[in-house]
């Protein structure tokens, strides 16, 4: 997606007497906004890629993808849909790369470092329509930011379409305000493709459209009277009803197959701070957080009509297809003189970020009340709008404290502050930056399972999967659990064109018992107490109680017990 501005988006002309405030500050080079976040993401994503061990989400990623494109397909008819596209471009990954947890994990690291780089640009051009100072570092800030998030380092190591997602939201958010200050079709087409795209790579995402809808709406509504380029609904509009019905299909699939997320509860208050938590990076940065968005509240909510700056509200500026924001404030740190004013789509980071940020997740855990669907990874991509956010805040506080008298005297006092909370907030994520790349940090720890029984298994050895769909533990480390024999299984996941596979009649099950040694019986730890739901189930629990428990580990969320037969 394009990070560079159209010519009709560039800043115009300083006024008069603004060259020795730009010689007296610094300009960062255009393209070093973008590319700054890209390559720091790189590094602190990058870092320990392979390290965790991967999950059970990462596992049916690996499972899925590793198959030949046609049993992906089949695969996809019966449960996954909504994964589909995922699944067929890390079939290409796996088939180029390997299935290391690096190789795994690389596309979307990949992802989230672009998603930084456009985090840099949109905020970059949010900042120069909110009349903060220095628009190219507060677009700095923001990549920076999402950077600096524990919660960004964990989605970048997850062999999941998240990160994907991420992107897609962030192009498309980029795009919508370049279309409505540009008018002109390819962008709003350019949106439409980003809006298919991220609804391709989650369907949930799709919620971003009810952000925009209420961006745009808020963004008219405060201008009065409306200039050309405020008006953008219909195009808006006609965008976003071709991008659902390109991925409609898709829709219709998942729909079909809603049954795959009946293992979702009901959200409660527990859910939304742990939300809050999460997109914070722990819980004493919340209220810092809170208190940065915050201060970007006080600006507009939308930019209103150039003459306004000039002292002379409305006049000529409702018929000027360009909205002209009011002056910088003096900042010796600025990289737009004072004096200049930037035209295009009449949006402040409040009217974009606010709305993209809190809608997803507030419509989400509404629906989840009579319906549960709510996942906190479903609304993730609202991670850099906070960031957008934040940056906005240090930017404005940087503009009150350089109109102060204290500010006029020492110029370098306007991002003092802004430098000190970000020192702060660096400490305050230094731990929870470690914890993201640890096993410990992840549900499951199935290198961890694989190593107990490889290091315990005997030949002859057999293994029960209680639900069946514990099955996907032996997936992501497959070498040891390939040498026992699952004594349940009737038809492979790869042969029945599932996840994990098809269970045997409860007679064959008892017959292959017959004269087996040693079974080894994987269950999850939240689910060692309640009873199977199955006959076949309840029937592995049955022939195991003929047998003597030899010894039991727990590997974070999975209990492995090994029975042997009585002598």
């Not at 402040?348 to 809608?359: E, F, K, N, Q």
């Not at 961890?448 to 992501?476: N, T």
């Not at 974070?556 to 042997?564: E, F, G, N, R, T």
Request: aromatic share 6%; with cysteine.
């Amino acid at each position: 997606m394009p990070i560079t501005e159209p010519a009709s988006q560039a800043a115009a002309p300083a006024a008069p007497g603004a060259a020795g405030a730009r010689h007296a500050g610094w300009r960062l080079p255009g393209w070093l906004v973008p590319a700054t976040p890209v390559a720091a993401e790189l590094v602190v994503g990058g870092y320990r890629l392979g390290g965790a061990s991967l999950w059970r989400d990462e596992a049916y990623t690996l499972a899925a993808a590793g198959r030949p494109a046609g049993q992906i397909a089949g695969l996809l008819l019966h449960v996954d849909a909504v994964h589909g596209p995922y699944y067929l471009g890390m079939h290409l990954v796996i088939g180029l790369l390997g299935s290391s947890a690096a190789a795994l994990r690389l596309p979307s690291l990949l992802a989230t470092s672009l998603a930084a780089g456009l985090s840099a640009a949109l905020g970059r051009r949010l900042a120069r329509t909110s009349s903060l100072p220095a628009p190219a570092l507060t677009g700095l800030l923001a990549g920076l930011l999402y950077v600096a998030a524990p919660q960004t380092t964990w989605y970048a190591q997850d062999a999941r379409p998240y990160g994907l997602v991420t992107l897609f939201a962030v192009a498309a958010s980029y795009l919508l305000v370049v279309a409505v200050g540009d008018g002109r079709r390819r962008w709003w087409a350019a949106y439409a493709v980003a809006i298919a795209l991220t609804g391709v790579a989650s369907l949930f995402a799709l919620l971003l459209l009810a952000a925009h809808g209420v961006t745009l709406l808020v963004a008219r509504a405060r201008q009065r009277p409306l200039p050309a380029g405020t008006a953008r609904l219909r195009p808006w509009l006609a965008a976003s009803a071709a991008a659902v019905a390109a991925v409609s299909p898709l829709i219709v699939l998942g729909y079909r197959q809603d049954g795959t997320l009946g293992w979702v509860s009901r959200p409660g208050l527990d859910t939304v701070g742990k939300l809050i938590t999460d997109f914070a990076g722990s819980r004493p940065l919340i209220a810092l957080g809170v208190v940065l968005a915050g201060c970007g509240f006080p600006l507009r909510l939308a930019a209103v009509p150039g003459d306004r700056a000039a002292g002379r509200p409305g006049g000529d500026a409702g018929r000027r297809p360009a909205v002209a924001v009011t002056p910088c404030a003096p900042c010796t740190t600025t990289s737009c003189a004072p004096g200049t004013t930037t035209s295009g789509a009449p949006f402040t980071t409040t009217t974009v970020a606010l709305p993209w940020l809190v809608l997803p997740p507030l419509i989400l855990l509404a629906v989840s009340v009579v319906k549960p669907v709510y996942v906190e990874r479903y609304v993730v991509f609202g991670q850099p709008a906070l960031a957008l956010l934040c940056a906005a805040g240090l930017a404005w506080l940087a503009r009150r404290i350089a109109g102060s008298p204290a500010g006029r005297r020492i110029p370098a006092l306007a991002w003092a502050a802004a430098l000190v909370i970000l020192g702060a907030a660096a400490a305050l994520l230094a731990g929870p930056q470690r914890t993201a790349r640890l096993t410990s940090s992840r549900p499951d720890n199935l290198r961890g399972v694989s190593a107990v029984v490889a290091a315990h298994e005997r030949p002859g050895d057999a293994v029960f999967y209680l639900p069946s769909e514990v099955r996907v533990v032996s997936m992501a480390y497959p070498a040891p659990f390939r040498r026992l024999r699952d004594l349940a299984l009737s038809a492979s996941p790869v042969a029945s064109d599932t996840l994990t596979g098809t269970q045997v009649w409860a007679p064959v099950l008892a017959r292959r018992f017959a004269r087996v040694p040693r079974v080894w019986l994987v269950r999850w730890t939240d689910q060692r107490s309640v009873p199977p739901a199955t006959k076949i189930g309840r029937e592995e629990l049955v022939l195991l109680s003929g047998m003597r428990l030899v010894q039991r580990w727990t590997v974070q969320s999975v209990v492995l017990s090994l029975y042997a037969a009585r002598q």
